[in-house]
């Protein structure tokens, strides 16, 4: 179906942060899959693992027990606030189940009526129907039909309008700690602990959607534990989870995950054996000191870099925003146009809301590769600033 707007660009190889198109060229990759290949692209660890599971077991469905899934729940809620996990094969799916674990606590918990879920604007949650609901983005939605009901969207990080909105009817707020579509936008600490102090107080669960900014993105495990008070009930990952194989999870307390009881909810494919040994050498090789060490080191010097570009080039970049490697530069000229004239200098960015590029590369990312990028995005700002002379 037509529904992409595509490069016209294909590749046959990847190696770390470096893609090789068809027709035999080199690029460097900071899309990475949109911040999903989290540990470039084959990864020896996850290609010996998946080559070692692929000859043993695919996939035998959730009737039975499935061992290298319990790894992974284990390893998650060892990390985490979580005590259970639901995996699926997408972000969206880890979504849906967030969404409906909630309205079942309520349920379960006797309080029916609250089925309420409020989201903010600039969010992305995924492309099914309680997705593109929850996230209210207006493109998303028309030509479906009425917009479900229950679902309300208020300015990000707008905690008096909130306030105002939670009512004996809110069942969960969703939110991502770091916005990835919209633009890049994180919300500070402060912001993260008063949100979580507010839904507490109301008596309505708190999701995070960690899909995008989860991981290690943030140059921790999870974007929430920068901040000291936040734990939310339950969480959706995915994208690096697998880091380019299929895999989501949905991750609770066992308090919000009460109404999620045998029947309720279910998956074919989410947490085949052959997915979740793929997913445990990821989150083996993500959750160290090395990897969440050097995204905030990386991320520390591409964002200084990224600053001085924007002194150079004050008439071509607004703002360098985000967090971690999850880094949104705000374009003055078109930031479709840009990322087109980047491809030209062989640089690989993703475009973003608010006329943002987007930089989401591995998160073992080199200095050196984080220095090639900036020196690749000035030049992609000089043919900018030419052109414009020119015109
Ligand atoms: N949530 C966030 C924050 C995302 O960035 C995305 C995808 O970009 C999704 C949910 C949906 O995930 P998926 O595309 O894997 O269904």
Redesign the pocket.
Known sequence: MGVYNRAPLAFERGEGSRLYSTDGEEFLDCVGG?ATTGLGHAHPALVKTLKEQGEKLWHVSNIFRIPQQEALADRLCAASFADVVFFTN???EA?ECALKAARRYHVVNGQPDRVDIIGFDGS???RSYAAVNASGNASYLEGFGPRLPGYTQLPFGDWEALKAALSPTTAAVII?PVQ??GGARALTEAQLNELRAMTREAGVLLIY?E??CGMGRTGKLFAYEWASDAEPDIMCV??ALGGGFPI?ACLASAEAARGMTVGVHGSTFGGNPLAMAVGVTAFDTINSEETLGNVRDVAGYFVQQLNGLKDRYPDLIVDVRGKGLLIGVKLVSNNREFMALARDQKLLVAGGGDNCIRLLPALNLTQEEASEAVAKLEKTLDVVRASQKAA
């Open positions: 949109i997408s972000g969206t979504i992305f949650h995924g991502e990835g579509e959607d899909v995008q995915a994208k989501g």
